[in-house]
């Protein structure tokens, strides 16, 4: 990190940076710790063009999960750009490998989080998936929503870029008769929106914090469906969360559904090394 950054984030948080070491995991930005005599901050650093609206909608994000009072999230400090790079600075939170009475309080407090409520599906803001554009458009059903701005918009991108034909990709109204029976009395619920297991930390006393999200209003087995993506969280974890939320007869299969918009989104920003995963679901389903 340059000197002038350092000097302009020392008059930011009034104090002088005594120590700035790299901080890796993330994979977009560049990411740092930055300490002073008295406290550790957490910086996030991108140049690329999209990066201040990343920042903006990251911030404002952590935001809306904090003011929901179910999770906490790292307080932000400043957003802003700085010389042609624009930066996130954050509270830095100091984190531990989870005990199962993490994983338990994790999932009360997820549980917590997706009992917020709203009177419609998306919300005021697009944000962002990985460095993806996520249209949050408010939709008026569920299944309109997830359609239209989750699944369509992922299936469209992997054909332009040649990632998946045309002919292996089901039209909105196939995909609309699919999930006909499967989404049924699905209330808006405040999501995460990209919980893989990089995106909680649990701080050295124990306290779950949500990090780096992609909110929206949607159906709250979006969020369980992406833990289970890459092997799955604890199995206290779920036990905790399924005390609190109820699965029925189709939450495998509706799983399934949510994990495709996660796999299109992996097979987009990463390639054909996702072609095989998303294959697998499109046949079976459509
Ligand atoms: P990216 O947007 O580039 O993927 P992340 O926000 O996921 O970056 O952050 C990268 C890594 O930095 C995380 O996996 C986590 O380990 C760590 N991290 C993120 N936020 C904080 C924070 N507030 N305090 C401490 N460590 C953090």
Redesign the pocket.
Known sequence: MNNDLKIHLSHILKESITVVSP?????????Y?VKTSNN?Y?L?L?SSTNAAK?FQT?AYGLQIINEANTIKT?KVLACDIFQNSSFLL??????KLPSSRDYINLGNQLAQLHQCTSDKFGLDHDNFI?SLPQSNKPNRTWTDFYITERLVPQLELAIQKQLLSKYECPSAQNIKDFLKSLFKDIKPALLHGDLWS??Y?ISKNGVP?L??PAVYFGHHEVDIAMTKLFGGFDATFYDAYYSNLKRDENTSTRIEIYQLYYLLVHLNLFGSSYYGSVSTILKKYF
């Open positions: 901080v890796h995991g993330g994979d977009i930005s560049s990411a710790k550790s957490f996030k991108n990343m990251e790292p954050m509270e830095f939170i100091e984190s990985g990089g995106n930390l914090y990090i780096d």
